[in-house]
């Protein structure tokens, strides 16, 4: 299910938050169970109102978890509820 969240500012741009459960599935984490802030992000809006979210380097990421295509939802993935 997808994680509809609000806009929040922080130093003037705009913050989306990441579930925690799925950063720790994807073993982007650090020892403390803190988002590893080594790992680097790239967002590229794909088309106004939508926006992608990948890892750079793929070879951190563990898909061990993963077993299938993602489910439609009917819901956009990275459309914004309005602040």
Not at 26 to 31: I, Q, R, T, Y
Not at 47 to 59: A, H, I, K, N, T
Request: glycine letters at 14%; aromatic letters at 4%; hydrophobic letters at 35%.
């Amino acid at each position: 299910m997808p994680n509809i969240n609000k806009l929040s500012a922080r130093s003037g741009s705009g913050l989306v938050t990441l579930p925690k459960d799925e950063l720790e599935m994807c073993g982007l984490l650090d020892d403390e169970g803190n988002p590893d802030t080594d790992v680097q992000l790239l967002i590229k809006m794909e088309q106004p109102g939508e926006w992608r979210v990948s890892v750079l380097d793929e070879s951190a990421v563990d898909d061990s978890w993963y077993s299938g295509d993602t489910p439609e939802t009917g819901v956009q993935v990275g459309a914004g509820g309005g602040v």
